[in-house]
């Protein structure tokens, strides 16, 4: 079967820097995406990584190691308006997007 | 000069009612899709449609019927409605059906049964 594991929950300190972890095991892999949401709105496109490394865009990095069936997602000077659910998604050999549950973010002062 | 919009953006109903959703991109996107996030959160392919053609038709109750009038237009019916269909209810839109699929959502239909 296809599965894509992330934390439940993490809790963070405004100003730091956290890293949301995402596994998974599909059948083929071709893309993964990173998508936030916050409360009660529609998911918002993050990052999407096909090749291993590190994409950087502002305060938020993604990174892929497919061997691995791993990514992160790395979010720094942590804001309030960060606290949301982090959505990690693989498109799989037939294309089709697989969606992990999410990772709800809080950020504390 | 909304992107994915849809409405009604709340729709509280009873228990065996008929009801529709509808769903309208203005980005020139191929592929449309219809998905359900409950209340855990866990967003959950229905369907996906390909130039008015049916892709993806994930495991639902055969009361849920997707109806594409045009590539821009995926609406949502849902017949005989049961208290495990409340739910918000996401439509989305992407260029195509390749590797980088990016897909934007809609505003979401908040679903209530009584």
């Known amino acids: 079967g296809q599965n894509i594991d992330q934390p439940t929950e993490m809790t963070a300190t405004e100003g730091a820097i956290v890293q949301i972890n995402c596994t998974y095991q599909?059948?083929?892999?071709?893309?993964l995406f990173w998508y936030q949401q916050h409360a009660g709105e529609a998911p918002t496109f993050l990052s999407y990584n096909v090749l291993d490394g590190l994409e950087e865009k502002g305060r938020f990095s993604s990174f892929l190691s497919r061997s691995k069936g791993y990514s992160y997602l790395l979010l720094k000077e942590l804001q309030m308006k960060d606290s949301a659910s982090y959505l990690c998604a693989v498109t799989d050999s037939n294309y089709q997007l697989i969606w992990g549950a999410g990772t709800k973010l809080i950020i504390k002062p | 000069d909304t992107a994915v919009s849809q409405t009604p953006k709340y729709l509280v109903t009873q228990m065996g009612n008929d009801k529709s959703i509808k769903c309208e991109q203005n980005?020139?996107?191929?592929?449309m899709y219809w998905y359900k996030q409950d209340s855990k959160k866990f967003l959950k392919i229905m369907f996906s449609?390909?130039?008015?053609?049916?892709?993806i038709n994930e495991t639902v109750p055969n009361r849920f019927s997707p109806k594409s009038p045009d590539k821009a237009h995926l609406n949502l019916h849902i017949n005989s409605l049961e208290l495990g269909d409340s739910a918000v209810y996401f439509c989305?839109?992407?260029?195509?059906?390749?590797?980088?699929?990016?897909?934007?959502f809609g505003p979401g239909t908040r679903l209530t049964v009584l």
């Open positions: 599909t059948s083929g892999f071709n893309g």
């Open positions: 989305a839109s992407s260029q195509g059906t390749g590797d980088y699929n990016e897909q934007f």
């Open positions: 980005l020139g996107h191929d592929t």
């Open positions: 449609y390909n130039n008015k053609e049916l892709i």
